[in-house]
């Protein structure tokens, strides 16, 4: 049974930093695409950021380009996301992805349908 489990969310002013990490269990982690998106009541679940099976291609959205950075670490089956220089707009809960399919590339903007296995999310609150 595949699970996904994120942490590192938390309660941050503008400006600050926060780690979240998502450890995968019950397939090969290696193998698979995974992504960050974040949702808050009311809208749509919003991608974030992907990375590649290998670690060596990553795509943002532009709403965080240059703030966040997307890694993994395949020997430990986790995956992070480095929050910098948050906003109040970053507010959300943060949920990790696996995608469908083995080695598939990263490509611009992926959408949710995607993915079918996800984390129970982590929230992020940065306040003003």
């Known amino acids: 049974q595949v699970q996904l489990v994120e942490s590192g969310g938390g309660l941050v002013q503008a400006g600050g930093s926060l780690r979240l990490s998502c450890a995968a269990s019950?397939?090969?982690?290696?193998?698979?695409?995974m992504a960050w998106f974040r949702q808050v009541p009311g809208k749509e679940r919003e991608f974030v950021a992907t990375i590649s099976w290998s670690g060596a291609s990553t795509y943002y959205a532009d709403s965080v380009k240059g703030r966040f950075t997307i890694s993994r670490d395949n020997a430990k089956n986790t995956m992070y996301l480095q929050m910098n220089s948050l906003k109040p707009e970053d507010t959300a809960v943060y949920y990790c992805?696996?995608?469908?399919?083995?080695?598939?590339?990263?490509?611009?903007?992926?959408?949710?349908?995607?993915?079918?296995?996800w984390g129970q999310g982590t929230q992020v609150t940065v306040s003003s």
């Open positions: 992805a696996s995608d469908r399919n083995k080695f598939r590339p990263v490509a611009a903007d992926p959408l949710v349908g995607e993915y079918d296995y």
């Open positions: 019950g397939r090969t982690f290696s193998s698979y695409r």
